[in-house]
């Protein structure tokens, strides 16, 4: 689905950026084409600073979005989470980065919550990067606490795991 999405705009390479940071950023269309999270509106203008593209740019995208159904099925009901990635050493929380070999490859993540679950640790947060938004996709684990040695050790283990850094 994301490559046919990405592909509607394939010609428009200024728009294909609005929409891969508006899918980044679980930001939606409403009703009226602009682009919000929830009930607050995201001005264009920021987002076309941001992007480094004409204000013009961001109102065509979304009004696009809105004008196709199934776009607009799609970006009505993206929604953000709250990633504790950066914060959670302040929280004493353990990140895991795994960096993997191939990220479409299937089972990396049921193994990584394994030998997580294995050492008797509790997993607060699992994200995934989406390979096709993202050049060098990771999983990022968040744990309820810190992550010793030897479970680094055994995670470097896992098919398909090319790097594994601990926070």
Same mark, same amino acid.
């Given at each position: @689905?994301?490559?046919?999405?990405? $592909?509607?705009?394939?010609?428009?390479p200024?728009?294909?950026?609005?929409?891969?940071?508006? #899918?980044?950023?679980g930001?939606?269309?409403?009703?009226?084409?602009?682009?919000?999270?929830? $009930?607050?509106?995201?001005?264009?203008?920021?987002?076309?600073?941001?992007? $480094?593209v004409?204000?013009?740019v961001?109102?065509?995208?979304? =009004?696009?979005?809105?004008?196709?159904?199934? #776009?607009w099925?799609?970006?009505?009901? %993206?929604?953000?989470?709250?990633?504790? /990635?950066?914060?959670?050493? %302040? #929280?004493?929380? /353990?990140?895991?980065?795994?960096?993997?070999v191939?990220?479409?490859?299937?089972?990396?993540?049921?193994?990584?919550?394994?030998?997580?679950?294995?050492?008797g640790?509790?997993?607060?947060?699992?994200?995934?990067d989406?390979?096709y938004?993202?050049e060098?996709?990771?999983?990022?684990?968040?744990?309820?606490?810190?992550?010793p /040695?030897?479970?680094?050790? =055994?995670l @470097?283990?896992?098919?398909?795991?090319?790097?594994?850094?601990?926070?």
């Amino acid at each position: @689905m994301w490559q046919e999405i990405l $592909n509607k705009f394939k010609r428009y390479p200024a728009q294909e950026k609005v929409i891969r940071l508006i #899918l980044q950023r679980g930001f939606q269309v409403n009703d009226h084409g602009r682009v919000v999270s929830g $009930n607050i509106e995201i001005p264009h203008a920021q987002i076309a600073k941001e992007l $480094n593209v004409d204000r013009r740019v961001v109102d065509t995208t979304a =009004q696009a979005i809105r004008e196709d159904e199934a #776009l607009w099925k799609v970006f009505k009901n %993206v929604h953000s989470i709250t990633f504790l /990635g950066d914060v959670a050493p %302040v #929280l004493g929380l /353990g990140v895991i980065e795994i960096a993997p070999v191939d990220a479409a490859k299937t089972g990396i993540l049921g193994d990584v919550a394994s030998a997580v679950a294995h050492y008797g640790i509790s997993i607060r947060q699992a994200v995934s990067d989406d390979p096709y938004f993202v050049e060098s996709p990771k999983l990022t684990i968040i744990t309820e606490g810190k992550i010793p /040695g030897e479970l680094v050790r =055994q995670l @470097m283990e896992i098919e398909g795991v090319r790097r594994v850094t601990v926070y």
